[in-house]
């Protein structure tokens, strides 16, 4: 099963897709995941993501599409995998399908989840509280004023792959504002019927 997670930062997609891990055994693809491993790390990627992410705008397409077209070649990504936070552009949701294409495997469904600008920022807000309770570390894009350039980077480059998805009859909303079980559940029902097409 291969899916993409959409919607703006802090809608649920990182906590739905680790449901989705341990029920399905596919691993989860997190773009910002991989690219905060690579700036941990310091490496080439890294040290030229920094900046931009730190900033909230995004990192460029060149160098997410090389990240994930690597990642899906390795044997965990035999059965499939949840793309969360990628594709993030239209170029990006081109270059998605080509690395597929080329591989022949097939997208079975790309959800939405659809959540009211309203709570985002309170959201982001107790995840850093949380994180920080833990004793985790404390994403530096997680602030009030990081989080308003992250969700006009949404709106402009993100969000038309709304349409995009829709216009191939593959977008399927699911209402991110239920409660976690909940949302998940709706996921499952979609995916049902997703995957047996
Ligand atoms: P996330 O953890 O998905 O919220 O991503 C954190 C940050 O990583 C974003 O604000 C971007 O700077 C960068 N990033 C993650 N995924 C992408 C992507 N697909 N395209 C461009 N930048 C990305």
Redesign the pocket.
Known sequence: MRLILLGP?GAGK?TQAQRLVEKHGIPQL????M??AAVKAETPVGLK?KA??DA????S?AI?NAIVAERIDQADCAKGFIL??????LA?ADAVEAMLAERRIKLDAVIELVVDDKVLVGRIVRRAQEAATAGQPVRK?DNPEVFEE?LR?YYKKTAPLIGYYHAKGMLKGVDGMADIDAVTSQIETVLATAVQK
């Not at 997190?30 to 995941?33: L, V």
């Not at 909230?56 to 990192?59: A, K, P």
């Not at 969360?84 to 552009?89: C, F, I, K, L, S």
Request: zero cysteines; proline letters at 7%.
């Open positions: 930062p990182g997190s773009t910002g995941d690219l905060r993501a931009v992410m909230g705008e995004l990192v397409d997410v969360d936070g990628y594709p993030r552009t990006q894009d992250r980077e």
